[in-house]
């Protein structure tokens, strides 16, 4: 798989196996996870394509646990964090077996490169809304986040999953696995658009090779049989059934593209 | 940082300050006698839960730390 961080080896960041990302499975429900393997779908053809993108990254931040759980708290603003515009804890309770649950919202700055702002123009006025979820364990010394955008979620989700802990080499150290998924519905929108495609064109070669049939028979000087008249009445109709079914077929994937939740753009 | 309620943004800061003391010198050791900052915590609350709903924030219904997997997890 491939590392989650821009750089290679920045961080002391290391890619981990891809043996992690079995364990998943997207919202709103989808495909189970083939088994060994990262998520994927089976076409009709028995070919399976990942859905979607997945990084996994090992890395280490150079300070010891409760010092990196507090500083975690702390985080914004920073040099780089321009693009993170507010920062608000709209939830946060003690549980009985004391771990500290939070959630942290966030609103980044929705920056698209050019060609995506002309394709999804009603996406641009708008900054992206993120959830943080976290636990802390202090008898455990971890903590594990799982961060998601709410909005623009039509368009794409990244959903990310960390686990803190102890470094096992360097006790003042601390170690950051970091997992995380890109998936968009229009992945959904672009096969149906193909099945609905493959469909139509099945239904034009029925009636090209009825047509060149009959045609080819007049030219034979024969009166097209009888038969050639009545297939050509069937196929018609045959072509109609056609078309609606893959209509409907699209608009059944298209439908089960956009996830079950209201989206907001 | 600012708050996404522009009026919550001083309530958040005494939040913060409360809650990152509270934090580092009881929580992490262990010592839980109870949460100083309960009062500023809920002043803050009140603030920005209705600066969320104002701006039709989607933060309603959503699973705390997503969907469950099933059994192949990798944190504590």
Redesign the interface.
């Known amino acids: 798989g491939s590392t989650c961080e821009a750089e290679a080896g920045s961080g002391g960041a290391r890619p981990v196996p891809e043996v992690a990302a079995a364990s998943r499975v997207p919202h709103g429900g989808g495909p189970a996870p083939a088994a060994g393997g990262a998520l994927a779908r089976v076409s009709g053809a028995g070919r399976r394509e990942p859905m979607g993108k997945h990084c996994a990254s090992l890395g280490v931040l150079r300070g010891p646990w409760d010092q990196v759980f507090a500083a975690f708290w702390q985080r914004y603003p920073n040099p780089y964090s321009k693009h993170v515009l507010t920062e608000d804890i709209v939830h946060r309770e003690v549980t009985a077996d004391q771990k500290l649950l939070s959630r942290r919202l966030l609103t980044k700055t929705n920056r698209m490169p050019r060609w995506a702002e002309r394709f999804f123009p009603a996406n641009v006025a708008h900054s992206v809304y993120i959830l943080e979820d976290s636990i802390v364990d202090p008898q455990n010394r971890t903590m594990t986040t799982y961060t998601w955008n709410i909005n623009h979620a039509r368009l794409m989700v990244v959903e990310e999953r960390c686990v803190y802990c102890v470094n096992p080499e360097n006790s003042s150290w601390t170690e950051v696995k970091r997992e995380a998924w890109v998936s968009s519905s229009l992945f959904g929108v672009s096969r149906a658009i193909q099945e609905f495609g493959l469909a139509r064109f099945k239904s034009n070669v029925t009636k090209s090779t009825k047509g060149f049939e009959y045609v080819l028979a007049k030219l034979q000087g024969e009166a097209p049989s009888k038969t050639l008249v009545e297939t050509a009445k069937e196929a018609t109709e045959k072509a109609k059934e056609t078309a609606l079914a893959a209509t409907e077929k699209a608009k059944d994937l298209a439908s089960k593209a956009a996830t079950k939740k209201k989206q907001y753009v | 940082?600012?708050?996404?309620?522009e009026a919550?943004t001083e309530l958040?800061r005494e939040?913060?300050q409360c809650?990152?003391r509270w934090?580092?010198e009881k929580?992490?050791?262990?010592e839980?006698a109870g949460?100083p900052c309960v009062q500023l915590?809920k002043r803050?609350?009140l603030c920005?839960?209705k600066a969320?709903k104002e701006k039709?924030?989607?933060?309603e219904?959503?699973e705390?730390?997503?969907?469950s997997?099933?059994?192949?997890?990798?944190?504590?």
Do not use: H, R, T
């Open positions: 940082m600012n708050s996404v309620g919550c958040k939040y913060d809650f990152n934090f580092a929580f992490l050791k262990g839980n949460d915590f803050y609350q920005v839960q969320i039709d924030i989607p933060i219904g959503l705390f730390m997503g969907p997997k099933g059994k192949a997890e990798n944190s504590s």
